[in-house]
């Protein structure tokens, strides 16, 4: 992992494994989509409104 030094970790018998979403299914895509692009982008508020909106409307869908 790049982002991370495990060092401290190991040095008190802490592993770390970095988390692998599975590739098949709804996750397929779940290697390249990620929340840090929005986040990055629009910033934490504006995200959480966007992320908010995305799942009003997939629950109107659902329901309808």
């Known amino acids: 992992m790049n982002y991370l030094d ?4 190991v040095a008190q018998g802490i592993a ?4 692998q979403p599975p590739t098949a299914n709804t996750w397929s895509s779940g290697r390249r989509d990620s929340a840090v692009t929005g986040l990055m982008t629009l910033g934490p508020a504006a995200l959480a ?3 908010m909106a995305v ?3 997939a ?3 659902t329901a309808a």
């Not at 495990?6 to 970790?9: L, N, R, S």
Request: glycine share 0%; charged share 25%.
């Open 6 to 9: 495990e060092a401290p970790f």
């Open 16 to 19: 770390v494994t970095p988390f």
């Open 49 to 51: 409104d966007e992320l």
């Open 55 to 57: 799942a009003a409307r």
């Open 59 to 61: 629950a109107f869908q």
